[in-house]
């Protein structure tokens, strides 16, 4: 994985990604999503959203933890996951993502490989750290401590 990562420059998309995010299959339930939800977040650094991935890891949708929250325990992920995906490639540069995640308001950004395929995701903060001056980051402590 470190391998992989030091592949890309450190001011790209595949060198500040995380690798580790919470993805799950499209049929199943948001009952099912919050039990394994449950398990993994221990161990889970960064859960902002939940991806939906295809056999082989192909990014299929996402959805907020308040969307799975609100959502009927019964209903399957693939009925109201976003099909609409905003996404990054591995060789985006920073200043790149820090728009698209200014432009959509989000949280974090997942990263595609030319497939599709999710490979990580990259955060607000990173993606924003050499973008917004020091000063303003203290204004803001949801994403920077």
């Known amino acids: 994985m470190i391998r ?3 592949a890309y420059p450190v001011d790209t998309a595949g060198g500040l990604m995380y690798t580790e995010y919470f993805a799950v299959p499209p049929e199943l339930t948001s009952g099912e999503t919050i039990a394994q939800l449950r398990r993994a977040a221990r161990e889970a650094e960064t859960i902002y959203y939940i991806y939906v991935t295809e056999p082989g890891g192909k990014l299929a949708g996402v959805f907020s933890l308040r969307e799975l929250v609100l959502s009927d325990p019964k209903k399957s992920v693939s009925e109201f996951m976003h099909k609409r995906l905003v996404t990054a ?3 985006d540069s920073q200043e790149e993502i820090a728009q698209t995640v200014s432009k959509y308001n989000l949280l974090a950004l997942p990263v595609v490989d030319d497939q599709g395929r999710i490979q990580g995701i990259v955060t607000a903060d990173d ?3 050499k973008i917004i001056p020091t000063a ?7 994403l920077y401590h």
């Open 4 to 6: 992989r990562l030091l």
């Open 89 to 91: 490639r591995l060789t």
């Open 127 to 129: 993606a924003l750290d």
């Open 136 to 142: 303003w980051k203290r204004k803001l402590p949801r």
